[in-house]
């Protein structure tokens, strides 16, 4: 069964950094698409972004350049590096694998002051 395991959010001031990692078992890794998403209550999810087993990302217009989504495929792990981060960006961030839409359990990350 596929399992994805969210873990590096927290609590960061505005401006601050975090870099979130997904390690993922059961699915062939290599050739997924993988993405994150975040969702707050009371607020849509959304895609922040994306990246192909080849490399090829995409963006959240509100994540471009000040977000990174990269995979180590020795590892099987999917990160979203994100910097500059604002306080309307708090939320749970999720990893999904796109083909079987399945989904972590989420790591929260709080930016405030």
């Known amino acids: 069964q596929v399992q994805l395991v969210e873990s590096g959010g927290g609590l960061v001031q505005p401006g601050g950094s975090l870099r979130l990692s997904c390690a993922t078992s059961?699915?062939?890794?290599?050739?997924?698409?993988m993405s994150w998403y975040r969702q707050d209550p009371g607020k849509q999810r959304e895609l922040v972004a994306s990246?192909?087993?080849?490399?090829?990302?995409n963006y959240a217009d509100s994540a471009k350049g000040r977000f990174r989504i990269f995979r180590d495929h020795t590892k099987n792990t999917v990160s979203l590096q994100m910097n500059s981060l604002k306080p309307e960006e708090t939320a749970v961030y999720y990893c999904?694998?796109?083909?079987?839409?399945?989904w972590g359990q989420g790591t929260q990350v709080t930016v405030s002051s």
């Open positions: 990246i192909t087993s080849s490399g090829v990302t």
């Open positions: 999904a694998r796109r083909a079987t839409n399945s």
């Open positions: 059961g699915f062939t890794f290599s050739i997924a698409t």
